[in-house]
């Protein structure tokens, strides 16, 4: 999963709409709310001796809070545009993704 969504990033992302990179996020969490919600338990659990309780929430939850608040805050702040006045105009462009690996 992690592979998927970092080549789309590098190659798609800056000319997809905002509401197409929200719509892969939110997909994301509902694959990890449902086909890989134990995996990520298990594995969390493994990795760091968590038991049940403590990896259903450092892990599973948190992550798919993660991708579903921060898609809602990207789609909100589009809806906002700067101040502008009869002299200027002034145009607000979010861009993500703007670091190299």
């Given at each position: 999963?992690?592979?998927?969504?970092?080549q789309f990033y590098m190659t798609e992302s800056p000319?997809?709409?905002?509401?197409?990179?929200?719509?892969?996020?939110?997909?994301?969490?509902?694959?990890?709310?449902?086909?890989?919600?134990?995996?990520?338990?298990?594995?969390?659990?493994?990795?760091?001796?968590?038991?049940?309780?403590?990896?259903?929430?450092?892990?599973?939850?948190?992550?798919?809070?993660?991708?579903?608040?921060?898609?809602?805050?990207?789609?909100?702040?589009?809806?906002?545009?700067?101040?502008?006045?009869?002299?200027?105009?002034?145009?607000?462009?979010?861009?993500?993704?703007e670091v190299n690996f």
């Amino acid at each position: 999963m992690i592979k998927i969504i970092f080549q789309f990033y590098m190659t798609e992302s800056p000319i997809q709409p905002c509401r197409e990179r929200a719509d892969i996020l939110l997909h994301a969490a509902d694959l990890a709310a449902g086909k890989y919600r134990m995996k990520l338990n298990a594995a969390t659990m493994l990795g760091q001796g968590k038991s049940i309780v403590q990896a259903e929430i450092d892990s599973a939850c948190e992550l798919i809070d993660f991708f579903r608040f921060n898609s809602k805050f990207a789609l909100d702040l589009e809806k906002y545009e700067p101040i502008s006045t009869k002299i200027s105009t002034n145009k607000l462009i979010y861009r993500g993704m703007e670091v190299n690996f």
